[in-house]
């Protein structure tokens, strides 16, 4: 076990539990929708995947597609507070993106675009470095309140939003589970979005610039079986993403404890995790933070057993790994991006 250059000298051992929480899955918010775009898979010769083209290709996952589809991503901001997991959704997103909130306890951004799962959440209130990174994605920022400074900074922003405590429990776009309390209860119904964009006359359909991938070769790195990350030096929030060689995908973990999916039991699996490096500062009496999200810094870029030490830039408001300068590609499937200050530790298990 070796720990990454950039950050403490923390180490800790990587772990898995066998035992599924089912919170949250007997809810009765299974509705159809027509907003739901389900990837199927492509079979046929390799001159058929040759044909491929963008315009068929997931934007946000590299993977393929039968029909072309620009319907709007949707970028959810989801709870992790312990009382709020297991969470509904996440083993559908595109990309997440890890960052801390007050404390030390992290939350979610989570972007939807190739799968858009029945219900989301618990969702919980934005901040302003969460809905820049969706803003980045021209998505529909979806949160469950915010102070009324920071719904002004939203407003600003441009971004397209739909505020849950508007539509509190109303039962077509949010619904609060009897089985949690508030703050940990607020669920996105995904069927409701159609009529929600349509009465804030939002676009239902937008074209979606896709990331780099690439199917050739992961990157050149060293081994990483494991990966653990300590957002502290008061160790309150840890993460481990654990390397399933079958599926060439990393299993991930909170606290100790495996990370599922409460509506479909889902183990949380993803094809890249980054870590990126940044200032963190706190900047109210409630521990509220600045992050700095556009001056860059080093990072790491974990796929297929390897990890690789990047540079991270922002690139018209994307976050994306570079080496040298020059682009680095993630492999096609789901993204998940760790956003760390300067005192948490990353340790491989290798």
């Known amino acids: 076990m070796r720990k990454l250059t950039f950050l403490s000298v923390t180490f800790f051992s990587l772990f898995l539990l066998s035992a599924c929480a089912s919170v949250g899955k007997g809810m009765e918010i299974n509705q159809e929708t027509a907003f739901e775009q389900e990837p199927k898979e492509i079979e046929g010769s390799q001159d058929k995947e040759q044909q491929q083209t963008d315009d068929n290709i997931y934007p946000l996952t590299g993977q393929a597609m039968e029909e072309v589809s620009q319907h709007r991503v949707i970028g959810v901001m989801i709870n992790n507070h312990t009382k709020a997991r297991p969470q509904s959704g996440l083993s559908q997103a595109d990309i997440v993106y890890e960052v801390l909130a007050e404390g030390q306890i992290t939350r979610f951004l989570a972007l939807f675009h190739s799968r858009i799962p029945d219900t989301i959440g618990p969702v919980r209130s934005a901040r302003p470095y969460y809905f820049e990174i969706a803003s980045a994605f021209n998505s529909v920022y979806l949160y469950h309140g915010a102070s009324t400074a920071i719904n002004r900074k939203i407003a600003a922003n441009g971004i397209h939003y739909l505020d849950g405590s508007l539509y509190d429990n109303n039962g077509w776009l949010f619904q609060r589970s009897s089985e949690r309390s508030a703050p940990h209860n607020s669920y996105l119904i995904t069927a409701g979005l159609d009529q929600a964009l349509t009465n804030k006359d939002y676009p239902q359909d937008h074209e979606v610039a896709p990331l780099p991938f690439s199917k050739e070769k992961p990157i050149d790195g060293t081994d990483a079986n494991g990966v653990t990350i300590t957002y502290s030096e008061h160790p309150e929030e840890v993460v481990t993403f654990t390397y399933d060689e079958a599926s060439g995908r990393y299993l991930r973990s909170s606290d100790g404890e495996p990370s599922f999916d409460a509506a479909n039991e889902e183990r949380l699996a993803v094809d890249n995790v980054m870590i990126v ?74």
């Not at 500062?281 to 990047?310: N, P």
């Not at 492999?331 to 298990?349: D, E, L, R, Y």
């Open 277 to 350: 490096e940044t200032e963190h500062q706190i900047i109210d009496s409630k521990g509220r933070r600045d992050i700095d999200l556009t001056s860059g810094g080093k990072g790491y870029l974990i796929q297929k057993g390897k990890v690789k030490e990047i540079e991270w830039k922002n690139i018209d408001g994307r976050i994306l790994p570079y080496d040298n300068e020059e682009p680095l590609s993630f492999v096609p499937g789901q993204t998940w991006v760790n956003i760390v200050p300067k005192n948490a530790a990353v340790t491989v298990n290798d």
